[in-house]
T-cell receptor
Framework: LAKTTQPISMDSYEGQEVNITCSHN???????ITWYQQFPSQGPRFIIQ???TKVTNEVASLFIPADRKSSTLSLPRVSLSDTAVYYC???????????FGTGTRLKVLA | ETGVTQSPTHLIKTRGQQVTLRCSSQ?????VSWYQQALGQGPQFIFQ???????GRGNFPPRFSGLQFPNYSSELNVNALELDDSALYLC?????????FGSGTRLTVV
């Protein structure tokens, strides 16, 4: 199972774009990259998932370079309510056997 | 509404006791996984069930066991509780884009 490395914490201001990069050097061919958001004492919530290139949904974008050894979650115009821990996971979506890292603690300031 | 329901939400047990945590997964999701999340840490994979059989296990001792039932519900059982078992226990059911997590059960062992 691929291990991921993310920055431990980040600070940002309301209205700014936030980019969180995740390193996953030993990603396997069948692995997808998935990002989750977690608030205190709640379960992680799915944000976005991708395999390669760029994926965009209503809340975020995910950029994956051709070698797939890293990925970047982009949150446009963050608000105070985006303060949370963000986890990057790499795993085979057919097996659901994911390893969580320590995540990135994002703090959005007014 | 996540579609995954866990009970109870909070629980206090004494060291040496046994505990059963319950999860009701989303209908149609044949895969359920359990995670342990200590304070300030990322979720740690305990085990996974697919169609009522265990098909993956993390680095947890045998006193952590589980069951999955045909009605998409599942249980996590922990015997001989230790103080270090105090954590948030998360259940996740497997959907097309990855997991849907419950809100967890906060277990405190005293």
């Amino acid at each position: 199972l691929a291990k991921t490395t993310q920055p431990i914490s980040m600070d940002s201001y309301e209205g700014q774009e936030v980019n969180i990069t995740c390193s996953h050097n030993n990603i396997a061919t069948n692995d997808y990259i998935t990002w989750y958001q977690q608030f205190p004492s709640q379960g992680p919530r799915f944000i976005i998932q991708g395999y390669k290139t760029k994926v965009t949904n209503e809340v975020a974008s995910l950029f994956i370079p051709a070698d797939r050894k890293s990925s970047t979650l982009s949150l446009p115009r963050v608000s105070l309510s985006d303060t949370a821990v963000y986890y990057c996971l790499v795993g085979d979506v057919r097996t659901y056997k994911y390893i969580f890292g320590t995540g990135t603690r994002l703090k959005v300031l007014a | 509404e996540t579609g995954v329901t866990q009970s109870p939400t909070h629980l206090i047990k004494t060291r040496g006791q046994q505990v059963t945590l319950r999860c009701s997964s989303q209908s149609g999701h044949n895969t359920v996984s359990w995670y342990q999340q200590a304070l300030g840490q990322g979720p740690q994979f305990i085990f996974q069930y697919y169609r009522e059989e265990e098909n993956g296990r993390g680095n947890f001792p045998p006193r952590f066991s589980g069951l999955q039932f045909p009605n998409y519900s599942s249980e996590l059982n922990v015997n001989a509780l230790e103080l270090d078992d105090s954590a948030l226990y998360l259940c996740a059911s497997g959907g097309y884009y990855g997991y849907t997590f419950g809100s967890g059960t906060r277990l405190t062992v005293v």
